[in-house]
């Protein structure tokens, strides 16, 4: 990971979009997500160097850009006058739309590892290190939000279309 | 994966596709090295910080704070403006060129690969000792750019006041009112040059490759 400077100027830029993209889902504001993908991303440049293997990278930096996320969302929330939204914003088909918005009512703690394991094709493991927590826990919530977005999706559309 | 999982994994990635990313900031898409960002990202509040409190101080005003808060549209990061700053404007020194080289807390690397008609239109200097901050400003196709030099180990932010500016942002600006004060986006190209640490804001003053060429004569060991 210590290569030629255009290397990692290329890296930088797909880390932008990686960043950007899990900071606006996490944060559903665009603005708050630009800053957490500036924030990542010179983060990630600073320790570059520590990182051991290149294919650990996705799951290294996914986890710096949602510590970065979660501090931010505190941080908005912390100043009344400040609407933190909780609906990311986005369009999306109507099956789309009514999926999204079962993971987002899903506690932050089953949501993040929803994101990281759907969204960031994650391993359980990686999501295990990325959010600092045993590799049993996340895999009983991930198992828990299975659960309860199985039981949301049922409630506002029905057994049959909910799949196997 | 099952037919819930890939239901859920389209759903989400769907959404996650559906944003509209903003092309990255300048300083990631050049060449850049992992080593020259290091020590980034608090400096650049600070010398934001100071360039406002030095606007302040010259008695620019209210109006052109305004101006250059709305100018300045590129962010790096929030700083906080404190409204009580207004009551204790920071005074600054006029200085020349020479005056300014001899200043002692830091060795001063002069301005350097500027465009070739940018003129100095003034050097101050607030604070002394280890809080000694110099601010060149440049006229440059009838904007403004300037570049602020701190002493690079100095570890106390230097005694500036802040001004409330009452912008009118562009709709990308992030402008935030709260009951702790007024955030402001701002960006500067901060870096280490020998003992000096130096940002250069220049808003849209100057172009990418403009920045990178007065970093780049201005660095050294």
């Known amino acids: 990971m210590r290569g030629e400077a255009p290397a990692i100027s290329k890296l930088m830029v797909r880390s932008w979009d990686m960043a950007f993209r899990l900071g606006a889902r996490v944060l559903g504001d665009r603005s708050a997500a630009q800053d957490v993908a500036q924030a990542a991303c010179e983060r990630a440049l600073r320790s570059l160097k520590l990182l051991r293997s290149a294919k650990a990278y996705d799951a290294w930096f996914y986890a710096i850009v949602l510590r970065i996320a979660l501090r931010e969302r505190a941080a908005l929330a912390r100043h009344a006058a400040l609407e933190v939204r909780e609906r990311p914003v986005f369009v999306d088909p109507t099956d789309s739309i009514v999926v999204n918005e079962a993971i987002d009512r899903l506690q932050p703690e089953l949501k993040y590892v929803v994101i990281l394991f759907y969204g960031c094709d994650l391993r359980t493991s990686d999501i295990a290190r990325c959010l600092n927590l045993p590799h049993g826990t996340v895999r009983y919530r991930l198992h828990e939000a299975r659960k309860l977005l199985r039981e949301m999706l049922e409630s506002t559309v029905g057994k049959e279309s909910i799949g196997a | ?221």
């Open chain 2, 1 to 221: 994966m099952n037919a819930f999982d890939l239901r859920i994994r389209e759903a989400l990635r769907h959404s996650l596709a559906a944003y509209e990313v903003p092309p990255p900031p300048n300083f990631l898409s050049r060449p850049i090295s992992s080593r020259r960002v290091q020590k980034k990202r608090w400096l650049i509040a600070v010398a934001a910080a100071i360039l406002l409190g030095w606007v302040a101080s010259v008695s620019v005003g209210r109006t052109a704070l305004a101006q250059l808060a709305n100018a300045i549209t590129q962010v790096v990061k929030f700083f906080q403006i404190d409204a009580r700053g207004l009551l204790h404007p920071v005074a600054s020194q006029s200085l020349s060129l020479a005056e300014a080289l001899q200043t002692e807390a830091f060795h001063v690397v002069a301005p350097a690969g500027l465009p070739p008609n940018a003129t100095v239109e003034s050097i101050q200097r607030l604070g002394t000792g280890t809080a000694t901050t110099l601010i060149f400003a440049f006229d440059y196709r009838g904007r403004q750019f300037s570049i602020v030099e701190t002493p690079a180990n100095s570890q106390s932010t230097p005694n500036v006041g802040y001004l409330v500016a009452q912008p009118v942002p562009r709709p990308s600006d992030r402008v935030l009112q709260s009951n702790h004060g007024t955030y402001f986006r701002f960006q500067a190209t901060v870096w280490i040059s020998g003992s000096a640490r130096i940002a250069l804001f220049a808003a849209d003053a100057l172009a990418p490759d403009e920045v990178w060429h007065i970093e780049r004569a201005m660095t050294r060991s």
